[in-house]
């Protein structure tokens, strides 16, 4: 058992954080053990108590508490379930965009991005079957929610993980999402500038926790609560009942799409967490559930994500394809993906 020792973040290790940072140099010492370490105040960044999410960077001072010997068996993680050519194979088929610094995936909808209760795949740990010969794997930079589809991007370097995240960070990069919607937002272009504030789940993992919208007038007093802002388009829809919609996020809070879409009255298909269900007046009335032929898959995808390549400076527009239960929507709806203006929110501007 080592003693108290502090430690201060090199200036070749970017921004990222803490239990990512604890990891990285104790790799023997499990995500348990720095979680329950932040909520008794034992691990410590500049003097100050932290969560294992908070955010570490060159110059910080990293406090430990007396951490088990790499021999200590018993402080040892559980070792992975090995991956299966199947599932390596899957996630290398999601690889949309690759260079020497760089990877982009089209996740599928249900795959969630890193591990957390009872998940056991997720492309956090899938990203082993994509190192195409360099010695680590991918460095995830961003997330998105285990339903929604699309664009994902990994870094290949610690160097390039950190210019990523400071970029997204900066709102340096664009992100344009489709989703379709119970019936037919007014106006049809337009912006949605409620606050967005946790609300606690039951149970002993905080289970149903989601987010609530706050009046823009009323955040800056509402305790918990953080500006969003999102752009939405309506780009085309089947009489009143449902709409194809292209929002851009100038923010990034959790389910800032899903929540402000229900707030103003148009719950995103499929969502069972903000939509409610199709006999609640919401919208049209229709819910979330437009029933029918209509998948029950939550309708929210990540379509593209523009960004300056940190290497070479070149603009990098990257594009999923819609997954298959939004395909068959828009075959229903006779939607085709070329229908959508290349700039949605041009009129905004």
Known sequence: MSGVQTITVGNDEGEQRLDRWVRRHFPHVSQGRIEKGCRKGEFRVDGAKVKSSTRVGPGNEVRLPPLPEPGDITALPKDPAPMSDADAKMIQDCVIYRDDHIIALNKPPGLPTQGGSKQVKHVDGLAKALMFGYPEKPRLVHRLDKDTSGVLLLARTHAMAAALTKAIRHRETRKIYWAVVAGVPTPYLGE????????????????GEKMVCIHPRDVQTTEGAKRAHTLYSALYRVAGRATWVAMEPITGRTHQLRAHMAEIGHPIVGDGKYGGSGQENMGDGWGAKLGGIISNKLHLHARSMTFEHPDTGKIIT????????????????GWTEDLAAEDPFEALK
């Not at 949605?192 to 289970?207: A, F, Q």
């Not at 990257?318 to 709806?333: R, S």
Request: charged content about 25%; cysteine-free; glycine content about 12%.
């Open 192 to 207: 949605i500038r409620y606050g967005l504030m946790k609300s606690p789940g039951h149970g002993y993992r905080g289970e």
């Open 318 to 333: 990257v594009t999923a394809e819609l997954p298959e239960h939004m395909k068959h929507t828009f075959d229903t709806f």
